[in-house]
């Protein structure tokens, strides 16, 4: 059994800032990808920022400059570092990764429940 748990979603100002974090757990034998993607009301679930294995990151255009990905792989932990937040960053903010879990020895994506985060004055 694998799950992933995100923590650090809230309330916060416009320009502020929140770290979210997320961590894989259970049988794995090893993880590839993790990362975060964001689903506002009223809108489509769309991909945040990823990391590989190897440390190479992507962001989505809206949050380049502001928002940092980093990984601990020995926590099998993800973190979103998330600065000069504006209101359109407002979602509910969750975390994926593609793993090997030793039950299936083959890759699958795996989500988090989810955290909400609320930019507002």
């Known amino acids: 059994q694998v799950e992933l748990v995100e923590s650090g979603g809230g309330l916060v100002q416009p320009g502020g800032s929140l770290r979210l974090s997320c961590a894989a757990s259970?049988?794995?034998?090893?993880?590839?990808?993790m990362g975060w993607y964001r689903q506002a009301p009223g809108k489509q679930r769309e991909l945040v920022a990823y990391?590989?294995?190897?440390?190479?990151?992507n962001y989505v255009d809206s949050v380049k400059g502001r928002f940092t990905i980093s990984r601990a792989n020995a926590k099998n932990t993800v973190y979103l570092q998330m600065n000069n937040l504006k209101p359109e960053d407002t979602a509910v903010y969750y975390c994926?990764?593609?793993?090997?879990?030793?039950?299936?020895?083959?890759?699958?994506?795996?989500w988090g429940k989810g955290t909400l985060v609320t930019v507002s004055s």
């Open positions: 994926n990764s593609n793993l090997v879990a030793t039950q299936t020895m083959y890759g699958m994506d795996y």
């Open positions: 259970g049988s794995i034998f090893s993880i590839n990808t």
């Open positions: 990391i590989t294995s190897r440390g190479s990151t």
